[in-house]
């Protein structure tokens, strides 16, 4: 066991869309580092990231590595996040423990709506970032074409720091503009050679190392003044320069290579080093926001060792081997392995386990960890993700980690009755690891429902269900929980009574039942005078109006938004009982509701889709023929951002539509709006079907 050294710290995640070559990247930057002897294939499931079985099987990361390993005596923590849209929960938890990122861009210049996405985070939280231009040994490679789509679609324009020698098969290496070498890769080896610039290439190197140093000047009045003087800058000034403006988000440095050849790889470590921050820095020109948890005041932290401990949990991982490990990011103070410290956000003690820091799923013990230190904590008893670890003392809490809510649901069955409870456990231990998933027991529709955020979402987490619980279950549409009202005022008298020797039964109201304004739910009113019906029986009759609630005389569907009024009614004074008259409480009601032209409801939602310009007309189109009302439509650049309110029931498959109509490019939020008339001849079909289904389950 080792503590952490205090050495200068990077901790930077890698961040695109599926297939732009994180991973890879990741591999390679290891393998320069010297962290592993040997680039691993994804195809092969020999990769240091991706050692899910999940992972193994799609060929493709869909969960958060950590990776941590050395580079010119600076600590390096690599994230190496999901790309897939339906997993960009595990990226926007990332980009909260980190400093910096390194953006990863594929050399044909397509970038999809998860990287545009997940770039408003960054810009959001100030990450200083660098972009990588992977593939340039591919067919057909362009930095121009990423550069352009970077102006375009994300509305940044990084400057180069390399100009290829070579493209496609023809690659050999990068010209480094700020060393002035060509760094040629060397086939299987880890270390580049550092040539002289080949003649060829030398007024292109010339011409890009003006126009760096050009910018470079023009972020600083200071460098601009002495640009203008020597028609130059050193080389410490230039980099100093640099760096200066790539903490501050003015500049973006753009490199280039093949992550599969460890072309540029050498290059790209470099400038993880000299030019993006270490924690005390960022934390330093961005102060953490939080909240005192007691008084809700807010407070900010630097992020110093010398401040008081906090940390946050963002990601938890169930172990086979280790068990429960809490992914924490410490953003203050120090902190020593089985501690006692104060969980903020639950309000309650949490006893640390053992500390580890990661290389994938290699684990290394550690005795204790200080700001800026990425750690996994084992055992953890009542901390979630997302939750705020900090001194009883000092308390802070740190803000929500801001994950997207599911968009895509689906009622679940067990194979067997006796594996039901076995499957609830076994989901809430996933979005324990997963909180963007979501499970519920509906109680209205007797329904297991598990929400994701895509299909492969879903997919995945039956998947591993499956593995860790041993659990199969199937899937189908979850039925929408309609309800019924009625839109006029009706009367009605019930009236119970039974004779069947000695004491009997003896009930009888009259009932004003009318409508409410939608969403006011149940108003019940006592208009008796004269003690027609004694007081101590009236809330029987109450009682038996909200049982007579739960199942309307439509479909069965409960009843909302009605005002009860007891007005009349006789009583007997030996056969009158709370039974009676709560019986007779829920006759008059339905009789009432069946005059008072009962309707059938919908949850209506409120549905903001995100979609390129291009598609906004298909988009629309859809929409309406969704029954769908489009609220407003504004545009933000290159994205179109469409309000709409459509009801639940033809929302249920949305997602794979908006992925056709927008080529994958499109994404959705939505939240429940209200409840509102469902269109006659649509109610028909709907009350025959649940009636049909209703006596189907009741005589199989």
Not at 134 to 143: H, K, T
Not at 341 to 355: I, P, Y
Not at 480 to 503: D, L, M, N, W
Not at 541 to 551: D, L, P
């Amino acid at each position: 066991m080792e503590d952490i050294c205090a050495v200068p710290i990077r901790n930077v995640a890698i961040v695109s869309h599926a297939g732009a070559g994180k991973t890879s990247l990741s591999e390679a930057l290891l393998f320069v580092g010297g962290a592993i002897p040997a680039i691993g294939s994804i195809t092969e499931g020999t990769t240091v990231s991706d050692f899910e079985p999940e992972e193994l099987h799609h060929h493709c990361s869909v969960s958060t590595s950590v990776l941590r390993f050395s580079w010119n005596q600076t600590h390096i923590t690599l994230l190496d996040t999901p790309g897939a849209l339906s997993l960009i929960g595990e990226p926007l938890a990332a980009l909260r423990a980190v400093d910096a990122v390194i953006v990863v861009l594929d050399s044909q210049g397509a970038i999809r709506t998860e990287l545009t996405r997940l770039w408003r985070r960054i810009e959001e939280l100030a990450l200083p970032s660098l972009v990588f231009v992977n593939g340039l040994d591919r067919e057909g490679a362009s930095i121009d074409r990423a550069l352009e789509a970077c102006r375009t679609q994300l509305h940044c324009q990084p400057i180069p720091m390399v100009v290829p020698v070579g493209l496609g098969p023809q690659l050999e290496g990068v010209i480094d503009l700020l060393s002035g070498s060509f760094v040629r890769s060397v086939s299987h080896t880890a270390k580049p050679q550092l040539l002289p610039i080949p003649p060829t290439l030398e007024l292109a190197f010339k011409e890009k190392r003006r126009q760096l140093v050009e910018m470079v000047a023009e972020s600083d009045e200071t460098l601009l003044e002495a640009y203008l003087a020597q028609e130059d800058l050193p080389h410490d000034t230039l980099l100093t320069g640099l760096r200066s403006a790539v903490l501050t988000r003015r500049l973006i440095p753009l490199y280039a290579g093949s992550a599969l050849q460890t072309v540029g790889i050498w290059t790209l470590l470099n400038a993880v080093v000299a030019l993006l921050p270490s924690p005390s820095e960022q934390g330093t020109a961005h102060p953490l926001p939080g909240t005192h948890p007691n008084t809700g005041q807010p407070c900010t932290w630097r992020g110093t060792e010398q401040e008081p401990f906090s940390a946050l949990v963002f990601k938890t991982l169930i172990d086979p081997f280790v068990g429960r490990l809490s992914y924490c990011r410490v953003f203050s103070g120090a902190v020593q392995a089985d501690s006692t410290v104060w969980n903020a956000s639950r309000q309650s003690r949490e006893k640390l386990g053992h500390f580890y820091t990661l290389l994938g799923k290699r684990h290394t013990l550690v005795g204790s960890a200080k700001a800026g230190d990425i750690i996994a904590i084992g055992k953890l008893h009542d901390t979630h993700t997302g939750d705020t670890l900090c001194q009883e003392r000092d308390p802070v809490r740190y803000p929500d980690l801001g994950l997207p809510r599911p968009v895509l649901s689906y009622a679940i069955e067990a194979k067997s009755k006796v594996e039901i409870e076995k499957v609830g456990l076994g989901l809430h231990k996933l979005i324990e690891e997963d909180p963007t998933l979501e499970f519920a027991r509906n109680a209205e529709t007797k329904e297991m429902v598990l929400s994701g955020l895509g299909q492969l979402h879903i997919d995945l987490a039956l998947e591993r269900l499956r593995r860790k619980f041993g659990t199969e279950v199937s899937l189908h549409a979850p039925k929408i929980p309609y309800r019924e009202t009625v839109r006029t005022v009706s009367h009605a008298q019930g009236k119970y009574k039974k004779q069947t020797g000695g004491h009997g039964q003896y009930g009888d109201c009259w009932l004003e039942v009318a409508p409410l304004p939608r969403g006011k739910g149940f108003l019940f009113e006592n208009r008796i005078v004269g003690g027609v019906i004694p007081r101590n029986f009236i809330p029987a009759i109450e009682k038996g109006v909200v049982e007579a609630m739960r199942e309307g005389v439509l479909g069965g569907f409960p009843v909302v938004d009605v005002h009860v009024a007891v007005y009349d009614g006789s009583y007997h004074v030996v056969d009158s009982s709370e039974l009676a008259f709560k019986i007779a409480g829920a006759m008059a009601f339905k009789k009432a509701t069946e005059t008072a032209h009962p309707v059938l409801l919908e949850p209506i939602m409120a549905v903001e889709i995100e979609t390129p310009a291009d598609a906004v007309g298909a988009v629309m189109g859809d929409l309406s023929g969704r029954r769908g009302r489009i609220q407003s439509v504004n545009a933000d650049a290159q994205i179109e951002r469409i309000h709409a309110l459509v009801p639940l029931a033809e929302l249920l498959t949305y997602t794979t539509t908006l992925n056709s109509l927008t080529g994958g490019r499109g994404t959705y939020v939505m939240e429940f709006s209200r409840y509102e008339d469902v269109p006659n001849e649509l109610a028909a079909r709907i009350v025959e079907q649940h009636k049909a289904e209703r006596h189907a389950a009741a005589f199989p």
